[in-house]
């Protein structure tokens, strides 16, 4: 099978790349992609605390543990890799700001996965949607004030249809840009070069998901997934300490809602739970899907789309208690006439 054509994808990165070559060395290129990452996750990290305060906080505990977790810093310099997490900070630096409303979200989204593959590689693309869409759920829940919006939990009821709906939306958003850009390369090179392009990125994505060539690799679904958590190390026993924690500190946490008879407060942060539970499953099916993909690649670059599932469960396991301390320090928040305050 022939794999040597990549006209299929977009090669973005190479817009920023050759540039810098003129005057730097690789070594020099990824000390200053380490350094642009590590600039933007510190902004993303001063922003959360300053908007969101405690919550935002354990929002960025979860981002740092995982990005550290799997590599993330070694990982930004291998330079394609670096594209995908820098996308992903950028855009989560986007949600903490953008207006909460479905076509705003849908936009925005759409930008976000054009510009994933744009400069992408197929990497860790998953990054660029799961993490802001973190940020984007946890503001729709429990946040009001901000852009003079007020938070689902703000209305006389949660509405569950509406928190579910917008999660689509995100979702949707992202991957009819992501798709659509990405076939808009194939129209171009089939119409400049008059390359039959299209037939050869068929044959790779029949390749990618296993539809051909899968018994060549030995590749499943499940083997799939086996292999990108066995490539990971010992890592697993840190997600399965995370859940562990997360269902003890939700359970107590429910116990005491229902106890003082708060129901909305109980649908809301039980709403957020499900949706970072649902969403730490994105990269396993991921890999499912892709299997052969991510079969071969696991060592190299898959793996690390595990980081999604660690960020959200480490999430889960640490809201909890910050949300019941921020429910005990709300009247002095309030009080002090603070503008934005999670749960009061």
Known sequence: METGFIERYWHGYLLILKPLLVFMN????????????????????????????KVGAAITLSFVFAFTLFGGWKGVITLPIFFSFAIAIAASLWACRTRIKGWSL???????GAMTVYFDYLDNPLSTLCLPLVIILTRAVFFSRIDDEASLF??????????????????VGWLIGYALFWGMKWVLVDLITGSDVFARALDQAAFRVGVTHADDYGASPLGAVKRNVGVSG??????????????IGWC??????????DKKMCIASGA??????????FP??????????????AAIIVYRTQLIAYACWFLLAALPL???????????ERASGAREFPLR
């Open 272 to 281: 957020l739970a499900l949706s970072l539970v649902l969403l730490s499953l």
């Open 26 to 53: 690789l070594k020099q290129i990824r000390i200053l992609f380490q350094l642009v990452f590590a600039l933007l996750l510190c902004s993303l990290s001063m922003m959360l605390y300053r908007r969101f305060q």
């Open 106 to 112: 849908f936009v925005g989204f759409a930008f976000v």
């Open 284 to 297: 396993y099916l991921w890999i499912a899907v892709l299997l052969n993909h991510s079969q071969i690649h």
């Open 234 to 247: 010992g890592v697993l026993y840190y997600l399965l300490v995370l859940i562990v924690v997360a269902a």
């Open 154 to 171: 703000q209305k006389e009821r949660f509405l569950v249809g509406r928190f579910l709906g917008m999660a689509i939306v995100c979702c």
């Open 322 to 332: 910050t949300l019941y301390r921020n429910r005990q320090e709300a009247p002095k």
């Open 252 to 261: 107590l946490l429910v116990m005491r809602v229902h106890r003082v008879g």
